[in-house]
């Protein structure tokens, strides 16, 4: 089946800073790209949905400045966190349409500023 | 989209079967219903889906009302591994830009 591979799977950050985080598709093309985020105990939230070669659509509430996606190739998909608060820490998710009916996730990314 | 509604959280006891209902009574003729499931602080893994017959993989069960208007997701002999937050979804037929949108999901505690 459709394998998404995301990196890193944590990462620590000082306030201010930015961080990227990358998905890839290993075994198919991905021409969408969905990113959503996960506060703890909470279900996850779409945040954006990522087309190849054109620009993200953002859900509403969504900084699109903060939040910028990237996806430039069928296989390569990018959130980077651009001045990053605490208040966005959180569990980062990405998800494509894989192949067929199914939906295929990465396995997570925890982001924690301090 | 149409909505689902399940349980907050159940219990099952290692070995029986687990079985988690969802309602969906908006659903339209042509919507899908999917379940995944999320192990803490990872990805959600996809389950099974099926539209009105019911159906039948190497993980579970889904058996969906002839109304369509509600189905139970069975895990046949459940384990501690299958501990989890088991999410209902609904949607159309195959989009590429369509996301799965997630409810608040039914947290199963397997206990030995």
């Known amino acids: 089946g459709a394998v998404v591979s995301q990196h890193p799977s944590r990462v620590i950050c000082k306030s201010g800073t930015s961080v990227k985080i990358e998905c890839r598709s290993l075994d198919f093309q991905a021409t969408t790209m969905f990113w959503y985020r996960q506060f703890p105990k909470q279900s996850l939230m779409l945040m954006a949905t990522s087309n190849e070669g054109s620009k993200a659509t953002y859900e509403q509430g969504v900084e699109k400045d903060k939040f910028l996606i990237n996806h430039a190739s069928l296989t390569l998909s990018t959130l980077t966190v651009t001045s990053a608060h605490p208040e966005d820490s959180s569990f980062y998710i990405c998800?494509?349409?894989?192949?067929?009916?199914?939906?295929?996730f990465g396995s997570g990314t925890r982001l924690t500023v301090v | 989209d149409a909505k689902t509604t399940q349980p907050p959280s159940m219990d099952c006891a290692e070995g029986r079967a687990a079985n988690l209902p969802c309602n969906h009574s908006?659903?339209?003729?042509?919507?899908?219903v999917y379940w995944y499931r999320q192990i803490h602080s990872q990805g959600p893994q996809y389950i099974i889906h099926g539209l009105k017959n019911n159906e039948t993989n190497e993980m579970a069960s889904l058996i969906i009302t002839e109304d369509r208007k509600s189905s139970t997701l069975i895990l046949p002999h459940a384990t501690l591994r299958d501990t989890a937050v088991y999410y209902c979804i609904v949607r159309p037929p195959t989009n590429s830009g369509y996301a799965l949108n997630f409810g608040k999901g039914t947290s199963l505690l397997v206990t030995p």
């Open positions: 908006t659903i339209s003729g042509n919507e899908y």
């Open positions: 998800s494509t349409t894989g192949t067929g009916d199914r939906y295929t």
